[in-house]
């Protein structure tokens, strides 16, 4: 039986081995999925990352320390030689990954902090080097060498935090020559390649808007530069240079992309990865003369180590081309007939690449007081605070954003656009309403309330009109479209309220979920579905609230009466013939709203957890609102 004492005597013999490896597999695991929590939704994929993210500095810390706390004079020659070439090995794994700079936009505004910890990793892993080092020996040049690497990779990093949020990073437009010849290069690409037009577009608006910067002043679009305008295109296309854009947001905030795809970027990559080359060659020749010297499990490792860094860094060479930003470096030069033949190739590839989940969440709140069910271990977990915030998770869903809702969209927010007139929007159903011949004292009520307040009302009210329809088998496109859109506001509401800036969100929610377990659970009978509860709130008269339950009310929800605001609402819906129109117009309207006045790191914030409908609605707005206009 192996005893604890074999075990304690391997950890000493190869505890710095340990960490080096599992920094890693850190680093392998933050290459893979770094970017992909652009378009993949869900805790799971998060805290991968976040933990992955947190660890590897801290393991490489420790690693490190271990290197500089080590007695040099309890190894013999060939052990050292390995021993300090894991200093600068760590070095290059730690500014390794490409598709991860910054967990969250946070870590963008550290970018002095990190600049000040590469001097200090740099002095340490120097420190280290000088200790290790022997003169007589031509295994201390593969220091330099690893060194070298090590500097390029994590220079990297550092340049991409810290020219985030400067607006200085990315492919200047000056590259694409003066703005007035960027409608030349439109002309001039050939029209047999789809989606080359549509990139360049995007990232010409992603540029003069700099989305990530909210002090960025910039008049729109449409008043200096026409054909940048994208009003002529289909629904598809309009989400798809949003898609373009906010990906090209991503990159920025989040990724080495605008860093690389430089020239100073493309000359650090190629030292980088020389020099891992160049290190793994040297390695290979040295030992092979001293063989006998060298302990052979140690020689194995700082192999793996160096091909694992070798093939990783390669890993990402090889993607380097599928990605828009080399598509627009091949524009600069598409007269060249072996970059045509390459826009050939990924022009249309680049429909067909992910840049954000395409789902909708959906969150109906008479199915959540439905079918809501206790938790196991109900009792610690409600002790702990987090019960409803659970059930609110297991109840909510995704689902594909149709074709017919980008439309709607599109369509609706025309409207709103006409309305404002570049201005910011202040209206949240007003204007919808008045569009409809509906602004009186039927509907008007519905929309002064508190934001949260009317959404509320108006997602009740819908699921009234959608189940009344559905019973006498009403059905068609817009009417889903309708629900679509309410499930997915009361989604926002329920779990993210902070993106539509609500601080009583929360106390809304409780107070509508109490109102409707009381209403359901009063009934002579047991409701079993929405339908049947639609066709209660629909018919019968709701019962007045008793003293005791008045006294039971927060300050926010007192004189308050959500099922009987949502009643009288859904009757009014229904005695109009063009309910669906009303009800679709304002839901739009509501979102426009909620995605303007959403700060912008919410929306960056939101591009890391598989995107979302509502940031893209926000950048389509930003791109028609201008920054130069004060209110009186």
């Known amino acids: ?46 805290f991968a990352v976040w933990s992955a993210y947190l660890l590897s500095n801290y393991v490489a810390k420790i690693a490190i320390g271990k290197l500089t706390d080590i007695d040099t004079k309890q190894f013999d020659l060939s052990e050292q030689k390995l021993k300090g070439l894991l200093a600068p090995l760590i070095f290059v794994q730690i500014g390794s990954p490409d598709t991860i ?190 063989s006998a010297k060298v302990k052979l499990q140690y020689l194995v490792f700082t192999y793996v180590l160096l091909i694992g860094g070798v093939v990783l860094e390669l890993y990402q060479i090889i993607l380097l081309p599928f990605t828009e930003w080399a598509i627009l470096k091949m524009m600069r030069y598409h007269n060249m007939p072996a970059v045509m033949q390459c826009l050939r190739v990924l022009g249309p590839k680049s429909s067909e690449w992910k840049r954000w989940s395409n789902l909708l969440g959906q969150f109906n709140l008479l199915s959540f007081c439905l079918h809501d069910k206790h938790l196991k271990y109900s009792r610690i977990i ?57 602004l009186n004292d039927e509907f008007k009520w519905s929309v002064k309330r508190d934001f949260d307040k009317s959404i509320t009302i108006w997602h009740i009210a819908t699921d ?24 997915y506001m009361m989604y926002v509401l329920v779990m993210r309220p902070h993106m539509f800036y609500s601080t009583t969100a929360n106390i809304i929610f409780q107070h509508t979920y109490t109102e409707l377990m009381i209403f359901l659970r009063t009934r002579p009978s047991l409701v079993k579905g929405e339908g049947e509860a639609c066709r209660i709130f629909r018919t019968e008269e709701l019962p007045e609230e008793s003293d005791l339950d008045k006294r039971k009310e927060t300050v926010v929800t007192s004189d308050w009466h959500v099922l009987k605001d949502a009643q009288r609402l859904a009757r009014s819906l229904m005695s109009k013939e063009n309910k669906w129109n009303i009800i679709c117009s304002v839901w739009v309207e509501m979102l426009c709203y909620a995605a303007s006045n959403c700060p912008m790191e919410y929306h960056a914030e939101q591009l890391r957890r598989g995107g979302g409908l509502i940031t893209h609605v926000w950048l389509l707005l930003a791109h028609k609102t201008d920054k130069f206009y004060t209110s009186d």
């Open 382 to 438: 409600k002790f702990s605070g987090i019960d409803m915030e659970l059930r609110k998770t297991r109840s909510r869903t995704r689902v594909e954003f149709p074709k017919k809702l980008k439309e709607l969209i599109v369509h609706e927010m025309k409207e709103v656009d006409n309305a404002r007139n570049a201005k910011p929007v202040t209206q949240r159903g007003h204007w919808a309403l008045e569009r409809h011949g509906c």
């Open 101 to 290: 700079t910054a967990l969250s936009i946070e870590d963008n505004r550290l970018g002095l902090r990190q600049f000040l910890g590469l001097l200090i990793q740099v002095g340490v892993v120097i420190l280290i080097i000088v200790r290790f080092w022997n003169k007589h020996s031509s295994f201390s040049f593969l220091f330099l060498l690893m060194f070298l690497a090590g500097i390029s990779k994590y220079g990297e990093t550092v340049w991409a935090l810290s020219t985030a949020l400067t607006g200085e990073s990315g492919i200047s437009i000056s590259e694409f020559d003066q703005e007035e010849n960027v409608p030349t290069l439109l002309r001039q690409l050939p029209e047999s390649i789809p989606g080359v037009e549509l990139i360049l577009k995007a990232y010409y608006r992603f540029s003069c808007l700099k989305p990530h910067l909210e002090n960025w002043l910039y008049k729109p679009l449409y008043e200096s530069l026409p054909w940048m305008s994208i009003d002529g295109y289909s629904a598809e296309d309009v989400f798809r240079i949003t898609d373009s854009e906010l990906g090209f947001m991503y990159d920025v905030l989040y990724t080495k992309a605008p860093i690389i795809y430089t020239w100073q970027g493309c000359i650090l990559r190629i030292i980088s990865f020389l020099s891992l080359v160049s290190t793994l060659c040297g390695l290979a020749i040295l030992s092979s003369h001293a």
């Open 464 to 487: 009234i009109c959608y189940h009344s329809d559905v019973q006498y088998g009403v059905t068609n496109s817009q009417i889903e479209m309708g629900k679509l859109l309410s499930n």
């Open 1 to 46: 039986m192996v005893s604890v004492g074999y075990f304690k005597e391997l950890w000493v013999d190869w505890n710095i081995e340990v960490l080096v490896l599992v920094s890693f597999v850190l680093q392998i695991i933050l290459t893979i999925f770094g970017s992909r929590r652009r378009y993949i939704p869900g805790i799971g994929i998060r």
